[in-house]
């Protein structure tokens, strides 16, 4: 059979991203990641899948692929659907964000991830305190200027810069030509030549395929284009004016944040404060020499707050938070440092504003996408009332992920593939509109449909 690609998530929608890529007899998964509003219909915080039944609850409302041979004895053991040895070879990651990671529990352990360097620690730590959903499976590890081989194919990892560390695009030689993957990128952040670099290696190998994400080509956007350096300057602007507590929520793996804010805090003698979990996954980065990354204990702080008996005992955490116990900052010593404190505070935390009580005339900066959806809204319309009861001002300031739709354009031009398939967005069509001369062919993916990559 012909090399060819099936997209079965990030079809027609952002997020979700999983295709299968396949030459000769040989399959990889690229990517297999939960969609956004996967399953929102039947789904929410009050109903839920069951675990017993695997992934049969998802199957269900064809929320996962029923793909032979890929998933794992507890997966489908209650289900109708009966295991089989694995049929894939590999797994290929784009980069650490669930809409590209979160389904990847229900593959078969026994078929290997290949993942970013960066990634893996990433994995680390989340194994270590939350889970990970790469748990389980070999992980099989590259950098940029790696090759590596999967039967027939040749994938070739580019880094590209995206709103967390070690994400990458793909160049990917089959038996039937080449084919570019992008991951999720951005050419504003702080590494965008690293972008560059993705661009540059896809146009040079001539692919005959791009898949390409499309986030912000849409309708509504407006190229408007939030650089990190603008958020730190408006972050600093806004943490002179504050007398007391500056509190903001914002993504905890986004080290490009973590770092925007940690030199806000350098430059207006405050402490940058965090939760547990952000704390254990800047210790483990600290591992990869090529990442900035503040050191806990030195430059930032870790807050401590009441669980179980309350009481601050060992025995009322996990053994992974223990080590920061005696370290950590109880809400009553925010308190009493507020003037020189900045919170990362995550909105299903924000119940620790009540112990903390700040004086009122403090900031909160929500320094996240703004709300895109019914449920966003809903979320936003609780985190302005907490930020209103305890006297606050809010602030929105956010630095993208993703590139506007204008320079998705010009990677597409740059690129020049003869075919563009577009996922990762709600609009595939509007590709069109790049494509004045006529020189490729644009292709919008069809959930489950094989796209050849030559012809
Ligand atoms: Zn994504
Ligand atoms: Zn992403």
Redesign the pocket.
Known sequence: MPPRVTCYGGVGEIGGNKFVLEDGGVKVVLDFGTGFSDGSDYFDSSISPRGVNGAGDLFEFDLLPQIPGLYSVKALQNTRVKYTEPEFDAVVLS?F?S??TGRIEYIDPKIPVFCGETTSLIHDAYTASTGSPLHGHPIRKFRTGDRFTIGPMEFHPVHVD???PGAYGFVVHTSGGTMAYTG?FRFHGPAGSMTRDFVDAARQAKPKLLLTEGTRVAPGDDGGNMSEPAVKKEALKMVRETKSLVFSTFRGNDVDRVNTFFDACQETGRRLVVSMKVALLLEKLTADRRLRVPRVGRDVDVYLRRKKKGKFDDSDYYTWERPFITKGLTAEDIRKKQKKVFLHLEAWNFPELIDIKPDRGGTYIHAATEAFNEEGEKEETLIRNWVGHVGFRYAQLHAS?HAPGSEVGELVRDISAKKVVPIHTEYPELFGQFNMEGNWALEPPVRGKAVPIDT
């Open positions: 980069h964000h809409d590209h995206h709103s967390i999720d992920g």
